[in-house]
């Protein structure tokens, strides 16, 4: 099993930022795809960001520019640097994690909300 943690959610203005947070721990071996998703209320859950093992990175092309996302090993942890917010961006944001195999671990998400 893995579990992940996510933090760093909140409100904050429109131009504003945050940095999100997913904490890895326990059976962490064999991950080879990590990603950041969201969704909004009634709509479905879109990817945002996604790393893999050779750091290759792939965006939303609406965050494109705004968003990087980042892995740590000493940490275990995955990042979401995330600047230049906007309404649109508001949704519960989840860390997700990819095993050889497919198996597919999520976290239990944070809620990021963009108003003035």
């Known amino acids: 099993q893995v579990q992940l943690v996510e933090s760093g959610g909140g409100l904050v203005q429109p131009g504003g930022s945050l940095r999100l947070s997913c904490a890895l721990s326990g059976r962490i071996f064999d991950i080879y795809f990590m990603a950041w998703y969201r969704q909004a209320p009634g709509m479905d859950r879109d990817l945002v960001a996604s790393?893999?093992?050779?750091?290759?990175?792939n965006y939303l092309d609406s965050v494109k520019g705004r968003f990087t996302i980042s892995r740590d090993t000493a940490t275990n942890t995955i990042d979401l640097q995330m600047n230049n917010l906007k309404p649109e961006d508001t949704a519960v944001y989840y860390c997700k994690v990819v095993k050889y195999g497919g198996v597919e671990y999520w976290g239990q998400g944070t809620l990021v909300t963009v108003s003035s």
């Open positions: 790393i893999d093992l050779s750091s290759r990175t």
